[in-house]
């Protein structure tokens, strides 16, 4: 049988992107209509870490809990081999990515940056980093790859065949995530409905500030973090300790913070159109001026190392305090309509 010259799948702008493990799987879901209702059941929750200078190497802020590595996405198969199995009898790295593309396999996998070109890393640190490609062409000898580039674009780029395989040969990785390679499929038969009692009880779980991974001790320890609206009070430390020169300049967290909220308020809009929340209520409405805020906090954060006037770490405080407040404001009416909505009665018709 004739191997195919070039091959391409479906992809599509994710709505998350401040951290690439969200970003890759959910640009495979965010093709397909039917990945919406999930999508928007869940994405709720936020955690910060409680130490944040030790863990900003770390996602010290993220969403709770969406990890390639430890997650099932009812709508995505996942598997993932380990270098060492792969280095025993897989071959070529370009063939087998080619081979998997062939079959609907997506490639997630670890490349150091070091031997990548138009990349900040290339032949000056040794970088090892996340990579999703999703199509090859094998007369070019090339990959299609989706990821930052040296702007901090999230864009598509081509990665050539020998490039790629270097870069995955002398990748080191220090993480034991990074020592797997993640192969990803869509399922095609997956259907799904928005599931609201999940929303009712992460809103809820957001709005009280509470432990969402208390719930998953029988999966795995519970983690030391401030979730939900406390995560206001972490910015307003991790600010503070940028002040005081403690912690560097990292726009991802802060990032993270203003994806939350543009994904929020598509959430609002989505339950309006689907008969959920009441549009004349207006809340999607309402809840643009929590996105304008997220999105002046990015701004500030961005400006930080530019700005002569050091006093601007007061009206970032204020800005978190007027954020929390409207965001609560707005949640609380959320969670109550859908509660009520959820505990009203089923009429049932009488028996002839």
């Known amino acids: ?25 959910l640009t495979i879901g965010a093709h397909y209509p039917e990945f919406y209702p999930w999508f928007y059941s869940n994405y709720i929750q936020l955690r910060c870490y409680r130490d944040i200078p030790n863990n900003m190497h770390h996602d010290y802020l993220n969403f709770y809990n969406y990890d390639l590595a430890k997650d099932l996405f009812p709508w995505l198969t996942v598997e993932k081999i380990s270098r060492e199995v792969f280095a025993k009898g897989f071959g070529d790295i370009a063939s087998f990515i080619c081979e998997c593309l062939d079959s609907d396999y997506y490639l997630y996998l670890f490349l150091d940056k070091y031997f990548l070109p138009e990349r900040d890393e290339y032949q000056t640190r040794h970088f090892i980093h996340d990579h999703f490609i999703y199509g090859y062409d094998r007369d070019e000898r090339l990959f299609d790859f989706i990821g930052f580039d040296t702007r901090g674009l999230f864009r598509r780029s081509p990665i050539a065949f020998e490039d790629l395989d270097s870069a995955f040969r002398h990748a080191d990785p220090r993480h034991s995530w990074q020592s797997y390679l993640f192969i990803m499929k869509y399922n095609p038969n997956y259907r799904s409905a928005l599931d609201l009692q999940l929303v009712i009880d992460l809103l809820d779980d957001y709005l009280q500030s509470r432990n969402t991974s208390e719930r998953f001790r029988m999966y795995k320890q519970p983690i030391d973090a401030a979730f939900g609206m406390d995560v206001y009070n972490s910015l307003q430390e991790y600010f503070e300790l940028l002040q005081e020169g403690r912690v560097r300049s990292d726009v991802r967290g802060v990032h993270i913070v203003h994806e939350h909220k543009k994904c929020m308020q598509a959430r609002l809009q989505y339950m309006e159109r689907e008969g959920f929340l009441n549009a004349a209520d207006q809340l999607s409405e309402a809840y643009g001026e929590v996105v304008a805020q997220a999105h002046s906090m990015k701004l500030s954060l961005m400006k930080f190392a530019r700005m002569e006037n050091k006093d601007w770490i007061k009206s970032v405080m204020e800005l978190i305090d007027q954020m929390k407040a409207a965001e609560k404001l707005v949640l609380e009416q959320v969670l109550d309509k859908l509660q009520a909505r959820e505990a009203r009665p089923v009429s049932v018709p009488a028996v002839p």
Do not use: S
């Not at 010259?5 to 709505?15: F, S, T, V």
């Not at 992107?17 to 799987?25: D, I, S």
């Open 1 to 25: 049988m004739t191997k195919p010259r070039k091959r391409q799948l479906p992809i599509a702008e994710p709505p998350i992107q401040g951290f690439l493990h969200h970003a890759y799987t």
